[in-house]
């Protein structure tokens, strides 16, 4: 089955920084990778997702990155604010898209803190 | 707010007792998830259904059943033969044509 791995468990960045949080994957299959922050006592909400025919996607302060050869994808964020604090999740999906339905397989998670 | 409820929020079981949390959408999603949190462990699945009176089990089913009886709801049951039920549970749902997932807020196990 799928493992995901999530780097670095905790960041601790000043307000202003780049924040960037990186994820590795095992099944080939897994074409759809999306990305989740849960704020403390919340549930986890998507931020942004890409799918494995691109390699990059912005949106605002926000981009992800895919590398399919090396099966890594990385979430950056620019000018971090205090209220990017939150816990921050990678998935890979399996077979996302058309009839057939995704599987979600997460990371551990990254405890993003952003100091003001 | 998002359309799928967990209930109840909190709940407090006795060591030995089998409890059950409840999971239900009108998001007219297929697929639906049992993910446990704990501290610094991510979120683990323990069961998923993509249809209706199918299920399959996640990496950490055992102590654990679900059933699907229908579409919009899918309660997991908690036994006695978990031996670590104390953790947050999350219930999530999603369509396999976008595939993202939308959550429930969650129930907090704690067995006393």
């Excluded at chain 1, 849960?38 to 590398?67: C, F, W, Y």
């Excluded at chain 1, 050869?69 to 205090?82: C, D, G, N, V």
Aim: contains cysteine; hydrophobic residues 30%.
């Amino acid at each position: 089955g799928e493992n995901v791995e999530q780097h670095p468990s905790t960041l601790s960045v000043q307000e202003g920084d780049s924040a960037v949080i990186k994820c590795t994957y095992s099944d080939s299959a897994s074409n759809y990778f999306p990305w989740y922050k849960q704020e403390l006592g919340k549930r986890p909400q998507l931020i942004i997702d890409i799918r494995s025919n691109v390699g990059e996607k912005k949106d605002q302060r926000i981009a992800v990155t895919l590398n399919k050869t090396a099966k890594h994808f990385s979430l950056h964020i620019t000018e971090t604010q205090p209220e990017d604090s939150a816990v921050y999740f990678c998935a890979a999906v399996a077979n996302a898209g058309g009839t057939s339905y995704g599987k979600l397989t997460f990371g551990q998670g990254t405890i993003l803190t952003v100091h003001p | 707010d998002g359309g799928i409820t967990q209930s109840p929020k909190y709940l407090f079981r006795k060591e030995g007792q089998n409890v059950t949390l409840s999971c239900e959408q009108n998001l007219n999603h297929d697929a639906m998830y049992w993910y446990r949190q704990d501290p610094g462990q991510g979120l683990r699945l323990i069961y998923y259904s993509q249809i209706v009176n199918d299920f399959q089990k996640g990496d950490i089913a055992e102590g654990y059943s679900v059933s699907r009886e229908k579409k919009e709801s899918f309660p997991l049951t908690v036994t006695s033969a978990q031996k670590n039920p104390t953790a947050f549970y999350l219930c999530a749902s999603n369509r396999g044509s976008t595939a993202e997932a939308f959550f429930g807020q969650g129930t907090r196990l704690t067995v006393v």
